[in-house]
């Protein structure tokens, strides 16, 4: 398997974070999903996302 960079990582856990607040919400009214899963993983979402960030960071410094 070829490695995938991080910021195309990032790029892809940003998309998917849209994609949840956009769905979630209707899936919320549907009663696919409760409110209170929802907001969790939008919030562990965004944590990844920023996990991500300070790795890519990171990363940039070390290779300046």
Do not use: G, N
Not at 13 to 25: D, H, K, T, V
Not at 28 to 40: F, G, H, I
Not at 45 to 60: C, N, P, S, V, Y
């Amino acid at each position: 398997d070829k490695d995938i960079p991080l910021s195309e990582q990032i790029v892809c856990a940003e998309r998917e974070l849209r994609m949840r607040c956009s769905a979630y919400p209707r899936w919320v009214r549907e009663s696919r999903m409760s409110q209170e899963v929802a907001e969790k993983e939008i919030t562990r979402m965004r944590a990844i996302i920023k996990t991500l960030q300070q790795l890519l960071d990171k990363q940039e410094q070390l290779f300046k």
